[in-house]
């Protein structure tokens, strides 16, 4: 079993920027990919970014060069840095950890971007 506890999430200002963490914890061999996951009110949750073990990243194209994805193997922790943000990156986060067997979300956290 894999926990995740993510933080980070708040209201910000449109050009602001903010940090979301998200820590696996429990029983598990290794963790592969890791990522965020979004979803706004009426819509479908969406992928955002992952990042392998290797450090392989991939991001939506709505966030490409204001988002950054890294992860700390060691702590089994990744983190978003979300610059430039727009009213329309308004959603709940949330993380998510694949291990070899299976896929795991976090709790979710809010992020709202309002002036």
């Known amino acids: 079993q894999v926990q995740l506890v993510e933080s980070g999430g708040g209201l910000v200002q449109p050009g602001g920027s903010l940090r979301l963490s998200c820590t696996a914890s429990g029983t598990f061999f290794s963790i592969n990919t890791m990522g965020w996951y979004r979803q706004a009110p009426g819509k479908e949750r969406e992928l955002v970014a992952e990042?392998?073990?290797?450090?392989?990243?991939n991001y939506a194209d709505s966030v490409k060069f204001r988002f950054t994805i890294s992860r700390d193997n060691a702590k089994n922790t990744v983190y978003l840095q979300m610059n430039i943000l727009k009213p329309e990156d308004t959603a709940v986060y949330y993380c998510?950890?694949?291990?070899?067997?299976?896929?795991?979300w976090g709790q979710g956290t809010q992020v709202t971007v309002s002036s």
């Open positions: 990042i392998t073990r290797s450090g392989i990243t």
């Open positions: 998510r950890a694949s291990t070899p067997t299976m896929g795991y």
